[in-house]
């Protein structure tokens, strides 16, 4: 097949499916994407566990462009249990990440926290082990915190802007509503949420199904408006993970609390505001 035939085919996929997105986006609808358990590597790790010179090669092209499932897999090894043919996604990376469930955490016996992609600072470690060599991994280990990929333009059309905060209803046979899902903006996102397993599965979710996005200007003026009630967190250090459901809410703790790096950025990001007891 030639190259003018090539494109004729693209051409023609694009405007089948283009009225089909401008139709969801009037709606506010998301496609929603799940992924399963997986990994990505950097290229000297991608060496050590599968071999000198090795490199990542395509099982099956994904959604967001220039990223694939690959047909290289490992097995993910904690100190209760282990993992096998957990999919490794290319190309290769700065860093090497390892993205998975609760429930995966729970069989391998390891607490990785809720974090954004790339930010592994001080999460779980796991091993990992391929067919030409094995790696401890000290930390990487993370749950992927629900987020939306979108281009400029689809930010422009829905009001808000890369790094926002918002919520995602879907309707299914387990009607569910996410909250605190985090917005990426980038030339080259295809439009798209991602849940994990865990997620998908509490609200019975399939792949490929679409949610509604409700930005928080909505969200003020509907039901969900959260109560003003302060709560009150009594720990000697703060991390991400104790404010990240408390959008706009009043947090109180102790005078003496320390606030990791994440966290001092958490409660500027969701609008939080800090109280402390006077004795602490």
């Known amino acids: 097949m030639n190259e003018q035939a090539i494109m004729q085919i693209v051409d023609d996929v694009i405007a089948e499916l283009l009225p089909k997105k401008q139709a969801a986006l009037r709606h506010n609808e998301i496609p929603i994407g ?25 099982q099956k092209w994904l959604t967001q462009p220039g990223q694939f499932a690959a047909n290289e897999t490992l097995q993910m090894v904690g100190p209760k249990g282990s993992v096998t043919n957990v999919r490794v996604l290319g190309p290769a990376r700065m860093l090497t ?11 391998l016996g390891i607490q990785p926290p809720l974090r954004e992609s790339g930010e592994i600072q ?12 094995s790696l401890v991994l ?13 281009s400029p333009t689809d930010a422009q059309h829905f009001g ?19 909250e605190q899902v985090k917005i990426r903006v980038a030339d080259h996102y295809q439009l798209e949420m991602h849940i994990d397993t865990d ?14 996005l409700i930005t928080d200007k909505i969200e003020e003026k509907s039901l969900d408006k959260r109560p003003s009630t302060a709560i009150e967190i009594n720990k ?26 994440l966290a001092t950025e958490t409660v500027t990001k969701l609008g939080i505001e800090l109280q402390f007891h006077e004795k602490g």
């Open 34 to 58: 799940i992924s399963a358990r997986h990994i990505h590597l950097k290229q000297e790790h991608v060496e050590h566990l599968f071999g000198k010179g090795a490199t990542l090669t395509v």
């Open 97 to 107: 990440q390892v993205e998975i469930s609760h429930t995966d955490a729970v069989a």
């Open 122 to 133: 001080g999460s779980a470690s796991c091993t990992l082990v391929g067919p030409k060599g």
């Open 138 to 150: 000290q930390e990487g280990v993370i749950i992927a915190q629900a987020h939306i990929h979108m």
């Open 160 to 178: 808000i802007q890369n790094g926002q905060y918002v919520s995602v209803r879907v309707r299914s046979p387990r009607p569910i509503t996410f």
């Open 199 to 212: 997620e998908a599965n509490a609200g019975l979710i399939q792949q490929g199904v679409t949610g509604t």
């Open 236 to 261: 000697k250090i703060i991390t991400e993970n104790d404010l990240s459901l408390y959008q706009g809410r009043t947090v109180v703790i102790p005078k003496n609390a320390r606030l990791t790096a």
